[in-house]
């Protein structure tokens, strides 16, 4: 018997719920024991491993100038002192100087850089080794994104033109061994369009184009370009 003014609560479930209840307890200790007793061929301890800086044998950076900039090498343990790979115009006026980015195994750098008084940019690539330049025919946006392919024998960027009130860009690839550029994905009327990255096959380039409807990623695999997220 209770004692007077304490009352003993108990909660008052539908009859209609038990058989639900029941069937829910159920469906957990079913899964509960197969997360506890079932074999796993994965395991929990995951390892990421970075970069292996005792590979990296040079360091390449530029230094921009009022007339001319310079890429310039320097062995990473400062064994000797830097010298310069290269050197090319700068903007003058404009300001613009050149961008790069090394492809994978670093044995090329792609460079943009820009005339004085020019607004677009001009493609060369540069032998790490031997400091040779080789000039690639065109021009493109001097604040392209660059984009090397995974194996090293191809880079990606854009050149964008206007015509009739038409803003056009053009997706190209540049084979680094023979210097053929030849236009992969075209895009009207975006605001921003830029290679992002290739897979790990080298097989298909990412684009992320942003335009009205937002920013969408692309994906081009032999000439052929098709939306896989936005």
Same mark, same amino acid.
């Given at each position: 018997?209770n004692?007077?003014?304490?009352?003993r609560l108990?909660p008052?479930?539908?009859?209609?719920? !038990?058989?639900i209840? $029941?069937?829910? $307890?159920? !469906?957990i200790?079913?899964l509960f024991?197969?997360l506890?007793?079932?074999?796993?061929?994965?395991?929990?301890?995951v390892?990421?491993h970075?970069p292996? @800086?005792s590979?990296i044998?040079? &360091?390449?950076?530029?230094?921009?100038?009022?007339?001319?900039?310079n890429?310039?090498?320097?062995?990473?343990?400062g064994? +000797?002192?830097p010298r310069?790979?290269a050197?090319?115009p700068?903007? /003058?006026? +404009?300001?613009?100087?050149?961008r /790069?980015?090394?492809?994978? $195994?670093?044995?090329? &750098?792609?460079?943009?850089?820009?005339?004085?008084?020019?607004?677009?940019?001009?493609?060369? *690539?540069?032998? +790490?080794?031997?400091g040779?330049?080789?000039?690639?025919?065109?021009?493109?946006?001097s $604040?392209s994104s660059?984009?090397w392919?995974?194996d090293?024998?191809?880079?990606?960027?854009? %050149?964008?033109?206007?015509l009739?009130?038409t803003?056009?860009?053009n997706v190209?690839?540049?084979?680094? !061994?023979?210097?053929? %550029?030849r +236009?992969?994905?075209?895009?009207?009327?975006?605001?921003?369009?830029?290679?992002?990255?290739?897979?790990f096959d080298?097989?298909? *380039?990412?684009v992320v184009?942003v335009? @009205?409807?937002g920013?969408n990623l692309y994906?081009?695999?032999?000439?052929?370009?098709?939306?896989?997220?936005?």
């Amino acid at each position: 018997m209770n004692s007077p003014g304490i009352h003993r609560l108990y909660p008052h479930v539908p009859a209609a719920f !038990i058989p639900i209840g $029941l069937a829910v $307890l159920a !469906i957990i200790a079913t899964l509960f024991g197969w997360l506890v007793f079932a074999p796993s061929h994965v395991g929990t301890d995951v390892e990421f491993h970075g970069p292996d @800086v005792s590979n990296i044998h040079s &360091i390449a950076y530029t230094i921009p100038g009022e007339q001319f900039d310079n890429v310039v090498v320097q062995p990473a343990d400062g064994s +000797t002192s830097p010298r310069v790979l290269a050197t090319f115009p700068s903007g /003058g006026p +404009t300001g613009v100087h050149m961008r /790069g980015a090394a492809s994978p $195994l670093g044995e090329t &750098i792609a460079v943009l850089w820009v005339a004085p008084f020019a607004t677009r940019a001009n493609l060369s *690539l540069v032998d +790490t080794s031997t400091g040779e330049v080789r000039a690639i025919d065109g021009l493109f946006d001097s $604040l392209s994104s660059i984009a090397w392919s995974s194996d090293g024998t191809r880079v990606a960027l854009t %050149s964008t033109t206007e015509l009739d009130g038409t803003k056009r860009t053009n997706v190209h690839v540049v084979e680094r !061994i023979s210097g053929v %550029s030849r +236009t992969v994905a075209s895009f009207e009327g975006a605001i921003d369009v830029a290679p992002v990255g290739y897979s790990f096959d080298s097989a298909r *380039l990412y684009v992320v184009v942003v335009d @009205v409807s937002g920013s969408n990623l692309y994906a081009e695999e032999a000439g052929k370009s098709s939306r896989v997220a936005g």
